[in-house]
């Protein structure tokens, strides 16, 4: 008995695999902690010293979401022909060196340019990074989701020191992120090698009819996006205006980051006892209950409580969708069905930080931009819940045994 709960606990996961979920972990931590959600603390000084209104500043985020658009639907043609070790290394040092170069130039059309370029390559980083963490083992998928998180606590512990050495200090911040992302690297290549071999596989496409079971997913995950995307861009310009300093914003930062890391291990359990799309609902409730606070208290105080809610369910949606995904789709279609959800959610992103930029600017409040995430993530919720379960595994195997083949898919590239 004591051998067979020996083998059982092996089972469920091994030190080689915690390795190997670590280290795929540093993918979000570039493609989102560094590369996304760091422009919130760097966007301030930036928008002082290039003199931007708040619908360019929101336009990079825009720019950065379309690329993104991009990424996660060529994400699986990639892996096929170039492998997912090549495809995923090499859209991590992309990512990398797109941060370095985005310290090396105040043009706005060159930064529109790299945040596009970098929206591609952190897409694929992501979405084949969750494939990936997906095929380890169940127990281990949130591991690969504290990575926003940890990449949100580094972001807001070295942006603020590069910001007070001048004018020049968001370049210095971009610089010091892009080397961070460079040095990622090796742990991540030694993680990935401790991966199985059948665990490395390629991608099938997802089929016409299972996108349209899934589809309240789809279109929950795209308000859900844009509802999360529009809060995390504008709320440390937000934090500023009530007259947050500029430690205080890196404080907000590093509890919401620390939020975030803590928390993603825990809604593993939570969400797997949801069915339809009741897991995305209750972390667009949750989320946003964390937007409010700080909108409807301004003050320090209710900007802390804003950052742990928020910071507490927000990476929870991908963790939930991803989920969803593998719970609903053969193995072989996870990459395929992740990517299109993850599609999804980035329209989400490149709508929701233009129009919030466009309305803090129309009404000269930026607080009136910040207030479309609630909004938006009402939709979400309302959305999701029209979600059902589905026995999508039964009726491929079906598929499968009877020969009969559906020739409708959604391609990925």
């Not at 695999?17 to 422009?39: I, K, T």
């Not at 020191?161 to 040095?183: K, P």
């Not at 409730?285 to 909108?295: C, N, R, S």
Request: hydrophobic fraction near 50%; charge should be positive.
């Amino acid at each position: 008995m004591a051998t067979m709960g020996t083998t059982r606990t092996r089972e469920r996961f091994s030190l080689g695999e915690m390795f190997a979920a670590l280290g795929l972990a540093l993918g979000p931590v570039v493609a989102l902690g560094f590369s996304r959600f760091a422009y919130s603390l760097l966007l301030p000084p930036m928008r002082e010293q290039l003199h931007w209104n708040f619908a360019q500043a929101g336009g990079l985020n825009t720019s950065n979401a379309i690329g993104y658009i991009i990424g996660t639907l060529i994400t699986a043609w990639v892996a096929q022909r170039f492998g997912n070790r090549l495809t995923f290394l090499g859209s991590m040092t992309i990512s990398a060196l797109i941060l370095l170069l985005s310290g090396a130039t105040s043009t706005y059309t060159m930064l529109l340019v790299l945040r596009f370029i970098g929206g591609i390559s952190t897409a694929i980083t992501f979405v084949l990074g969750s494939a990936l963490a997906a095929r380890i083992r169940p127990t281990l998928m949130p591991v690969y989701f504290t990575g926003p998180g940890l990449g949100i606590i580094i972001s807001g512990i070295v942006v603020p020191t590069a910001l007070t050495s001048g004018s020049g200090g968001w370049r210095l911040g971009w610089i010091i992120l892009g080397v961070a992302a460079l040095v990622a690297l090796i742990p991540t290549w030694l993680a990935y090698r401790t991966l199985p071999k059948q665990n490395t596989q390629g991608s099938a496409m997802l089929r016409l009819g299972d996108f349209r079971k899934l589809s309240p997913t789809f279109f929950g995950y795209l308000l859900f996006g844009a509802g999360y995307v529009t809060y995390m861009t504008f709320v440390i310009a937000l934090l500023h205006a009530q007259g947050a300093t500029p430690w205080m914003s890196a404080l907000f930062f590093i509890i919401l980051g620390i939020a975030s890391a803590l928390s993603t291990l825990g809604w593993g359990p939570i969400l797997a006892r949801c069915k339809g799309g009741w897991g995305p609902a209750i972390v667009s409730a949750i989320v946003l209950i964390g937007t409010l606070p700080v909108l409807l208290y301004p003050g320090f105080p209710s900007a802390l409580v804003s950052a742990i809610i928020f910071g507490g369910s927000f990476m929870a949606g991908p963790t939930a969708v991803t989920g969803l995904c593998r719970r609903h789709l053969p193995s072989s279609f996870w990459t395929a069905g992740i990517a299109i959800m993850t599609a999804g959610f980035a329209v989400g992103q490149a709508i929701g930080p233009v129009l919030s930029g466009w309305l803090s600017d129309y009404t000269g409040n930026v607080s009136a931009g910040v207030w479309l995430a609630p909004i938006l993530l009402l939709l979400a919720l309302v959305i999701a819940v029209f979600q059902q379960e589905h026995r999508l595994l039964e009726e491929h195997k079906q598929d499968s045994n009877t020969g009969h083949k559906d020739h409708s898919t959604i391609r990925s590239s």
